[in-house]
């Protein structure tokens, strides 16, 4: 009989905790929980306030215990916020064999070349990702293991945080009785989920709009080579409607949800909403319009500035791809075609069955991971895979 193995994402947001169980049995697989429950002690992405986390947790997987009869044990955790860094970075080392074969010994001295950055104290190295190997000046390669040469070069992407805001995600996913089988940065599960090898081949940008924070990772001939997490989201259009129409934010939500688009184009009318026993608001679908097509816009030109710091604003083959909740507001497809000229899709999260939700990508691509990492175990990784996957907590 196939060996039965649950894989737990745990997506921790600013206003949602997202978490994802899946079945393993074999190579099928099924979705067996999939809940969001209210955030608390999390602010723009960061975790300040671990101990209300800890305990909102400890809640949300009692409650999954009693409606599922599933108790994930390890979950593969996100990590988000603006404090997080991507750097590119350069080691050079001389192979050590006398014959000139490279060896992984080699491979691991230069990647280590690469990592030896100057960081302030409060902050760390958690990933580092190779990108591309020279070897006597030859670029373009990606595996120089048994290869021969002299001088060996490792083109790295570091990825980084600020260590106080990593250490509370640690102490709150683990005081709440979960041990992390791996933190990933929410861009990167993101990806995971939502882009192929082929879009990744030829160039792509990945846009996961999210309540406080958009994150964005950029991939050519396969290696991610930016990766970003801006502080602003699509609560700022919310709270913007709850302003002008003078009305709570929950409000707000539900009028953006309901009736909001990024381009209106019809005549302008005047809407009747009634929620809940206050008076009726009533407000003009064009103004409502425009505050999210402002808003959205906000949030491309920033991401249109990161894009041009890498000379990727134009020369994306792929296009680009818009995923998370911020993503399903109707004709944001159209929004990103106008203002990036490029090809543009929504993100929905591939390899989880009956799942297409863009606000689960974050999610579903840390079960993708997981199942991932299971298949290493047992295929024995290679040096590639464990350099990859550094930044690994366990309980003592």
Same mark, same amino acid.
């Given at each position: ?156 992407? =570091? #990825?980084?945080?600020? /260590?106080?805001? !990593?250490? +509370?995600?640690?102490?709150?996913? *683990?005081?709440?009785?979960? @041990? %992390? $089988? ?46 970003? =997490? #801006?502080?602003?989201? /699509?609560?700022? !259009?919310? +709270?913007?409607?709850?302003?002008? *129409?003078?009305?709570?934010? @929950? %409000? $707000? ?62 020369? *994306? ?80």
């Amino acid at each position: 009989m196939a060996k039965k193995s649950l894989i737990c994402g745990l997506d921790i947001g600013t206003f949602k905790i997202k978490i994802l169980g899946i079945l393993k049995k074999g190579e099928d697989l099924e979705v067996v929980f999939q809940f969001e429950e209210k955030s608390e002690g999390v602010r723009k992405g960061v975790v300040v306030d671990p101990e209300r986390l800890s305990q909102i947790l400890k809640e949300f997987f009692l409650k999954i215990k009693k409606d599922t009869g599933f108790s994930p044990n390890s979950v593969f955790c996100n990590i988000d916020g603006a404090h997080l860094f991507s750097l590119l970075s350069r080691g050079v080392i001389v192979v050590s064999r006398a014959d000139q074969k490279i060896s992984e010994e080699d491979v691991q001295r230069v990647i280590q070349a690469a990592q030896a950055v100057s960081l302030s104290s409060n902050k760390e190295v958690f990933e580092t990702i190779p990108i591309e190997f020279s070897i006597d000046g030859e670029k373009g390669v990606k595996d120089p293991v048994g290869l021969g040469g002299v001088k060996l070069e490792a083109d790295v992407l =570091i #990825l980084g945080g600020f /260590s106080p805001y !990593i250490r +509370n995600l640690e102490k709150a996913v *683990l005081n709440s009785g979960l @041990e %992390i $089988a791996d933190v990933i940065p929410s861009p990167l599960a993101a990806s995971k989920s939502c882009l192929t090898q082929k879009q990744k081949e030829l160039g792509v940008a990945l846009i996961d709009i999210g309540a406080a924070t958009t994150g964005l990772s950029v991939f050519k001939d396969e290696d991610l080579i930016q990766m970003i =997490i #801006l502080p602003i989201g /699509s609560a700022e !259009i919310t +709270n913007e409607i709850a302003i002008n *129409l003078k009305t709570d934010v @929950e %409000i $707000a939500e539900k009028i953006k949800t309901e009736f909001g688009t990024c381009l209106f184009k019809g005549k302008d009318k005047r809407e009747r909403i009634e929620i809940g026993e206050e008076e009726p608001l009533i407000f003009s679908l064009r103004s409502l319009n425009r505050v999210i097509e402002k808003g959205i816009l906000r949030i491309f030109f920033e991401v249109e500035k990161e894009l041009k710091k890498i000379s990727k604003e134009k020369f *994306l083959p792929a296009g680009i791809v818009l995923t998370g909740g911020g993503a399903k507001v109707p004709k944001i497809q159209d929004l990103a075609k106008r203002k990036f000229k490029l090809p543009v899709k929504i993100g929905r999260p591939k390899g989880i069955p009956g799942l297409d939700d863009p606000s689960f990508s974050v999610a579903s691509g840390l079960v993708l991971e997981g199942i991932e990492t299971e298949k290493e175990k047992v295929l024995e990784p290679g040096f590639f895979s464990r350099i990859k996957r550094v930044f690994k907590i366990f309980l003592p």
